[in-house]
């Protein structure tokens, strides 16, 4: 029941967020929108007391989104320096990386997510466990080769709450 209780009030946050309208007419909308996404997720047993709690739900994805979001302006300054220059240093490249080691296909998703929302990198295709990745410059898959998207991963997994 806490579940299902903190799963409600994210839900409920999330929505007052996103509309900032106030009506009776809209509140009624969210209300029932979260009913519904309460009920759809009891009926796929997704929500129980003994399992943990999905880390999109928790502390835990905080850094992660912190990291995610800087990383992404990074590139995106990076990429905007290679299109305003006069000769462009761009050397397109297709690599092979390993996926990190945890076994949850959540973890594979935020992985390949990453890499794909960072401009200047695409995920092209993933098979047992390996990426194939699509780069903008040699130096953007250098530091995808170092593993810190992995490492920001793997972080995620090994937190406690």
């Known amino acids: ?5 903190g799963l409600a009030f994210t839900l409920a946050i999330f ?17 029932l929108s979260i009913a519904g996404v309460i009920l759809i997720v009891l009926r796929m047993e997704r929500i129980d007391d003994k ?12 850094p992660y989104l912190t990291w995610l979001i800087v990383s992404v302006y990074k590139a995106s300054l990076e990429v905007v ?10 050397s397109p490249v297709v690599f092979d990386s390993f996926m990190l080691e945890q076994d949850m296909e959540l973890f594979e998703v935020f ?3 990453s890499v794909t929302l960072t401009p200047g990198t695409m995920i092209l295709d993933i098979e047992d466990k390996v990426l194939e990745i699509h780069a903008l410059t ?3 898959a250098k530091s995808l080769l170092q593993g810190e998207v992995a490492q920001q991963i793997s972080r995620l997994s090994r937190s406690k709450q």
């Open 138 to 140: 040699h130096d953007a």
């Open 15 to 31: 929505w007052l967020i996103n509309s900032l309208h106030f009506t009776p007419l809209l509140l009624s909308f969210g209300v």
């Open 111 to 113: 992985y390949a997510n």
């Open 1 to 5: 029941m806490k579940r299902i209780l």
């Open 51 to 62: 399992s943990e709690p999905p880390v999109f739900l928790s502390w835990r994805i905080f």
């Open 81 to 90: 320096r290679h299109i305003w220059e006069r000769e462009p240093q761009i």
